[in-house]
Structures are given as C-alpha cells and as structure tokens.
C-alpha cells in the first residue's frame, strides 16, 4: 500500500531527517538512500522496516550534515610509514634513481595517519537515528492504514455488486426451470448451478469476515478470490442464457479487479 512517513532529530552539525515512501508491490522491496556514515547501519535501517511494512515497495532516504559523526584523535601507524620507506629506498636502488623520500611523500600514503571517529559519538547517533526512524515508520503505518481502509471500503462495494448479480442468476435460473417444466421437451432443462451459486455465496461470506479481522489479509483475499472464479466460470460454462451471461461476466470483471487490489493489501 501507499504510505508516508517523516522524522527529524538535531544533532550538534546540524538537522538530519528522515523520508520514507512505500508504494504498491506484491513482495517487500527496500532500498535506501543513506549518508557514507550510515552505510553501516543499512541492514538494521532494513530490519527495522520490514518489522513495520511487510509488503510493498519502500524508499528511505536520510539526509543530514557532511560530517555526520564528528571525528576523534589522530593516530600514526610508525611501523607502517617505517616500510613505506624501506620500500621506496629499495625501489631507488632497483631503477638506479636518486630520488629523494621526503616525509610528505610518506604521510600521503594510505593508513599512515587516521582520524577514527569518536565510538560515544557513533552510539549516541546511531540511537537518535533509530528512535526518530520508529516515529518515521509509525507515521508511515498510519498513513497505510488510511489507504487500507480505502481498499476495504472499495473491495466491499464490488462484492456487493457480485452477490447482486449471483443473486440475479439464482432467480433466472428459477425462472427458466419453472418455463422448462410446463414444457414437453426434457432435453430443454436448464443446467443445475445450485452447487456453484451456493459455493460462491459461500465464498462471499469468508471475504467479508476476512475483511473485518484486518491484519494480513491480501494473500487469503486472493485465495478466495480464485475460489470465485472457479465458481463462476463453472456456471456460465453450464448456463446456455444470454441474461445470465452477462451477469457472468460482471462477476468475472469485478473478481479481477478485486484481486489486483488484493496485491496492494497487506
């Protein structure tokens, strides 16, 4: 389902916010867009969210200053810088090169001088971050909820436009038997479809209290879903009727659209 969720925190550098977006999707999809200072805490931001949104597509993007985590004391690796330079002495000699090793040349190579990042610093953002993620995705669980209720609300219409039609073909079905039975012609009864039409009602029945439970019901909703269509297709295959061909199809045009809002139904 469709959904928003928003959430801000300070930190001494400045405001980091936080977005997250969820759309329509039959499986969770997670992707994020985070600051290189987080990029660590990518699968606990995934985690966290698929906690909260088990299906659709989410988007999280986290903005916040250049230096996120302020840095700690620099630290020299002198047994590191002591190789650079055996190597490059050795390297002179090698080519038969004069050149001079200066400091600057060493300093320049990697991990010889590091600035690590204060680990209280790293914590205290850390959970500030996940803290205000919670408040993003309980909005966003909200916002999904609004847009489920949508989706109930427009699944209920048409199931009442598909037990209006069954009902329909329940009483041209009634009609034709009592026509056929005042008629000398046998081979002329219409095909019985009481099974299917009882199936399907029935049917109807778990839809609408599967509806009223809430929680996870997209999976189950398609399922039943399927179940109708066998139901009905049965029925317009044995009904020779051009009236209840039409209901027929009503019914199949509405259980199509209801499963692929099932798809967007947690």
């Not at 080519?95 to 680990?119: C, H, N, S, W």
């Not at 109930?152 to 598909?162: N, P, V, W």
Request: glycine share 6%; charged share 30%; with cysteine.
């Amino acid at each position: 389902m469709t959904g928003f969720g928003r959430a801000e925190f300070e930190i001494p550098q400045g405001p980091v916010q936080i977005e997250i977006k969820s759309t329509n999707h039959r499986y969770f999809e997670f992707s994020a867009r985070l600051p290189h200072a987080l990029l660590s805490h990518e699968e606990d931001i995934r985690r966290l969210t698929q906690k909260a949104v088990g299906r659709g597509k989410v988007h999280l993007t986290i903005t916040a200053p250049d230096q996120l985590v302020r840095r700690g004391q620099l630290t020299v690796d002198e047994t590191l810088a002591k190789e650079y330079h055996k190597i490059f002495t050795r390297l002179n000699r090698a080519l038969g090169l004069q050149e001079k090793i200066t400091l600057r040349d060493i300093v320049r190579m990697p991990d010889v001088i590091t600035q690590t990042a204060k680990v209280s610093e790293r914590h205290r953002v850390w959970n500030d971050l996940s803290r205000a993620l919670k408040k993003a995705l309980d909005q966003l669980t909200r916002s999904r909820e609004l847009e489920g209720a949508k989706l109930a609300k427009d699944l209920a219409s048409r199931l009442g436009t598909i037990e209006k039609a069954s009902l329909r073909i329940k009483r041209r079905t009634s009609v034709r038997e009592k026509k056929v039975q005042s008629a000398p012609a046998a081979a002329a009864r219409p095909a019985d479809i009481t099974e299917e039409l009882v199936r399907l009602s029935s049917h109807i029945g778990a839809f609408r209290g599967t509806l009223k439970t809430g929680g996870e019901v997209g999976r189950k909703i398609d399922f039943i879903a399927q179940e109708m269509v066998r139901e009905i297709n049965t029925t317009g295959s044995k009904c020779n009727d051009s009236s209840i061909a039409a209901d027929v199809i009503e019914v199949k045009t509405e259980i199509e659209k209801i499963r692929e809002q099932a798809q967007n139904l947690e």
